[in-house]
Structure formats: C-alpha cells, structure tokens
C-alpha cells in the first residue's frame, strides 16, 4: 500500500515567489508550491514516508504557462522531490484542466488524476478519454502511455453518461 503524507497550510506564505492558486478574498492557496517557498526545506513530505506529492489546481484557476512553472519550482527547491511521484489534480473551471495536465506531465509529473467523462465538482476535472486520446494520437507530447485500449473507451464514457 503506497504512504501519502500531505501538508495543510490555512494561509498563503509571506512574500512568495509563486502565486498560489484561490479565488479572490480567500486565505486558502490550493497549491504546496507557495509554501515550499517560504520553508524552502522545512517541508519534510518526502521525509515523512511520502511517495505522492500532489499538487491541486483546487478551483480550475491555473494556466498550462503558470502550472508548468509550478512543477518546475517544485522540482527545483524540494529537497528529494525525485523520490516522489507529483501528482496533478486539475478542475476544470477555465476549460483547461487537460492542458494543465499535460503540462505538468511535460515537466516532470509522473501521475495525472482526471475522471471519465471530466465529471467533478463544479466545471468538472481533467477528462481521461482526452487525455487517453492526445497519448494515443500525440506520443511525441512527453511520451505518454496510458495503458487503456482505447477500443473500450466508447462504451465506458456511455455507460457513465448513462449513470448521470
């Protein structure tokens, strides 16, 4: 069974050099990156047993530019982030979760938690048959493979439609 140990900031860190991830007015960041930043090694995840280390775009607020240079700060001052897989779970809110998505996964993200159909809260998630689909047209795009026989996919997205 894999270990996830996970850190829970209530309020963004002083003078981050990475914005944080939150709607207008609210303290809460949605994203690790900020407080890496200001603990800079503090940050004992990776230390504590962690092997995820995953990083939200909570409320679908990111772009692919900005989510890219995230994992790039991730991988950069987290001290042994190579002994972790990152993580991404990306909302959908600004109609770019798929493209956050991968361009995590082009920087260095090793897992990408998306649903069928892009069903989730709100604007929904990351939809896994586009992201099946870009790995199966598009194996240049950071040597994806899922895996899926995409032969399935059809009945199974259905089959969910039909549920809700």
Not at 83 to 105: F, K, M, T, Y
Not at 127 to 154: N, Q, Y
Request: hydrophobic fraction near 45%; glycine fraction near 10%; charged fraction near 20%.
């Amino acid at each position: 069974m894999e270990k996830v140990v996970g850190v829970f900031y209530p309020h963004p860190p002083p003078l981050s050099p990475v914005p944080t991830f939150g709607r207008r007015g609210t303290a809460l960041p949605g994203l690790v990156a900020g407080a890496v930043a200001a603990w800079g090694d503090r940050l004992a995840m990776i230390d504590a047993g962690a092997t995820t280390v995953n990083i939200p775009d909570t409320v679908g607020y990111a772009t692919p530019n900005h989510y890219f240079k995230v994992i790039t700060h991730l991988k950069q001052n987290v001290r042994n982030i190579d002994r972790a897989v990152i993580s991404v779970h990306c909302h959908n809110d600004l109609g770019l979760a798929v493209a956050n998505s991968l361009a995590a996964v082009e920087n260095g993200a090793g897992q990408i938690e998306c649903t069928i159909n892009g069903i989730g809260e709100r604007a929904g998630n990351a939809s896994l048959e586009e992201i099946v689909m870009i790995t199966k047209v598009r194996p240049d795009v950071a040597g994806l493979e899922t895996g899926i026989e995409t032969r399935h996919l059809f009945d199974t997205i259905e089959d969910m439609a039909e549920l809700f």
